[in-house]
């Protein structure tokens, strides 16, 4: 079955640049919507954005100044790149896979989220 | 943005107990309304989708309805592990956004 898994460094200093990238294993990353999620500790879901396997983005507009996505479908990838970090933005994240269809609009899939700490 | 708001943010009930979660979106939304479960340490899991589409594999106990601006969210007979903290989300536009979460209990 498909399956997700986030991965980049778990420590992130301030003012600089959090990367992160999702794997997409078991299935084609073809013809879906890819998000990024994120969740502080001991609280709720917050949407930072998406990307297509075509390249089109739709960002959060709290964070689009800070937020670039990108897809690489020939590794089944798509990457988070968030800069100019605060320790506001230490959260777990997470990537979930969106469908799109004329039944609804939902995220069926979901990595199990990795913990990225703003720290000096 | 859409605002999401779920009431009640916790709330306590015992095993067998009928429990309804609503959330309110600031605007329209016609069914574009999700309904996920979280436990401690786990990824969010789709229960609901389009309001009132069971996702494969959850349990029949579980049930969504509603439209516009108004949803609820029905577990008709609590289990042990139905404990955890229940999210809706809009999919009407982006940014997509959650609602802030109701906390189911042990009573």
């Known amino acids: 079955q498909v399956q997700l898994q986030e991965s980049g460094p778990g420590l992130v200093k301030p003012s600089e640049t959090l990367s992160l990238t999702c794997s997409v294993s078991?299935?084609?990353?073809?013809?879906?919507?890819w998000s990024w999620i994120r969740q502080p500790a001991g609280k709720g879901l917050e949407w930072i954005g998406r990307?297509?396997?075509?390249?089109?983005?739709n960002y959060s507009p709290s964070l689009q100044s800070r937020v670039t996505m990108s897809v690489d479908t020939s590794k089944n990838q798509f990457s988070l790149n968030l800069n100019s970090v605060t320790a506001a933005d230490t959260a777990v994240y997470y990537c979930?896979?969106?469908?799109?269809?004329?039944?609804?609009?939902?995220?069926?899939?979901w990595g199990r989220g990795t913990l990225v700490s703003v720290s000096s | 943005d859409i605002q999401m708001t779920q009431s009640p943010s916790s709330l306590s009930a015992s095993v067998g107990d009928r429990v309804t979660i609503t959330c309110r979106a600031s605007?329209?939304?016609?069914?574009?309304l999700n309904w996920y479960q979280q436990k401690p340490g786990k990824a969010p899991k789709l229960l609901i989708y389009?309001?009132?589409s069971l996702q494969s594999g959850v349990p029949s106990r579980f049930s969504g309805s509603g439209s516009g601006t108004d949803f609820t969210l029905t577990i008709s007979s609590l289990q042990p592990e139905d404990f955890a903290t229940y999210y809706c989300?809009?999919?009407?536009?982006?940014?997509?956004?959650f609602g802030q979460g109701t906390k189911v209990e042990i009573k």
């Open positions: 605007q329209n939304i016609t069914t574009y």
């Open positions: 389009a309001a009132s």
């Open positions: 990307i297509s396997t075509s390249g089109n983005t």
């Open positions: 078991g299935g084609s990353i073809n013809n879906y919507y």
């Open positions: 989300q809009q999919s009407y536009s982006t940014p997509r956004t």
């Open positions: 979930a896979r969106e469908i799109s269809a004329a039944s609804g609009r939902y995220f069926d899939l």
